[in-house]
């Protein structure tokens, strides 16, 4: 490629991740008209954001994965993981655009994003709810973990649809990824929301356990394990707040820890260890976060298993099954 070829293919990379990036504006709570706990608990959730936009317009911007995860490389641990979160988003939107003819998500997904799985899948499913169904990503997606994508689907419409989602209680049903378990397809999508409510909730978990509180009991369990992933992963209280919301859950309390050790695994698996993901998994689990995490790995299904439920909704109860016979969930 001769210089002015390379310029010009520099420059349609950045009017792609001009056109295409979402504006920053749409991470910021009183944007949004999110709770706000606080100023601390503010800043954090909207770093969170303004970092997967910055993954999201560096996967819009390389072409080449490998280049997009050297730039973020340099984002904070605590943050990083959001990052990559947005590059999924971006490759699979760039992806699904006429024409475009490449591999990019693929790619990302069995390079730089593979230790980050958990988080890609997510992206991906929030690129979903951007596309029309025919341009949805057709990766394929790892059976046990596919519906971590429908988890995505449901946090970006609880997360940009607030009203509908979160104060209505209206719950999608999409029909993905087709086969035997489409049944269990809503129930992926509230554990997405469960995740948004945390940022809807400003990070206050008092806040966050009345908006649960106000769907369905017949979804909180879902919505509980969600929240916990979300105040694992992403922090933003306490102990003694976390304690609190651990004793509101009630009978949800199981589903609290499963989603606290999801999040636990998901920041071993990716070398981002924190220290407000130890204070969460000790509140939620009883367990320091690489034992939380170890039950995920240890229960995990290496194949099909029987019965009505996907491979992953018996996963998720084994290990809320584990964490309670541990003398906590």
């Known amino acids: 490629m001769n210089g002015l070829e390379s310029a010009l293919a520099h420059f349609l990379r950045m009017l792609e991740r001009r056109v295409l990036t979402p504006d920053i504006s749409n991470t910021r709570l009183a944007e949004r008209g999110f709770h706000v706990k606080d100023r601390t608990a503010r800043e954090l959730l909207e770093t969170i954001g303004a970092t997967f936009l910055a993954g999201f317009a560096h996967a819009v911007e390389e072409a080449d994965p490998e280049a997009a995860a050297a730039r973020m490389a340099d984002i904070p641990v605590r943050f990083r993981g959001f990052a990559y979160e947005g590059a999924a988003m971006g490759y699979s939107v760039v992806g699904a655009l006429p024409l475009a003819g490449d591999r990019r998500l693929s790619r990302f997904l069995d390079g730089p994003g593979r230790d980050h799985t958990y988080m890609a899948y997510v992206g991906a499913g929030w690129a979903m709810a951007r596309l029309p169904r025919f341009r949805w990503p057709k990766f394929p997606f790892d059976p046990l973990l596919q519906w971590l994508v429908l988890d995505g689907y449901g946090f970006h419409q609880a997360y940009f649809h607030t009203g509908t989602y979160v104060h209505r209680h209206i719950r999608d049903t999409p029909r993905w990824p087709g086969g035997p378990h489409d049944r269990y397809a809503p129930r992926a999508f509230d554990q997405g929301v469960?995740?948004?409510?945390?940022?809807?909730?400003?990070?206050?978990?008092?806040?966050?356990?009345?908006?649960?509180?106000?769907?369905?009991a017949s979804r909180q369990a879902d919505l509980y394990s969600g929240a916990g992933l979300a105040a694992t992963y992403a922090g933003g209280a306490g102990r003694d707040e976390l304690a609190g919301f651990w004793k509101r859950a009630g009978r949800f309390q199981p589903h609290l820890a499963q989603g606290a050790a999801f999040a636990a695994e998901a920041r071993q698996?990716?070398?981002?260890?924190?220290?407000?993901?130890r204070v969460a998994t000790e509140v939620f689990c009883g367990l320091p976060p690489d034992a939380a995490a170890d039950v995920c790995v240890r229960t995990r299904p290496t194949g099909p298993v029987q019965g009505e439920l996907p491979a992953y909704e018996v996963w998720r109860r084994r290990i809320a099954e584990e964490l309670t016979s541990s003398g906590r969930g």
């Not at 945390?198 to 978990?205: E, L, N, P, S």
């Not at 698996?269 to 993901?277: C, D, S, V, Y």
């Open 194 to 216: 469960g995740r948004a409510l945390w940022f809807v909730g400003g990070a206050d978990a008092d806040e966050v356990a009345t908006l649960i509180d106000g769907f369905p």
């Open 269 to 277: 698996r990716a070398g981002l260890e924190t220290p407000h993901t």
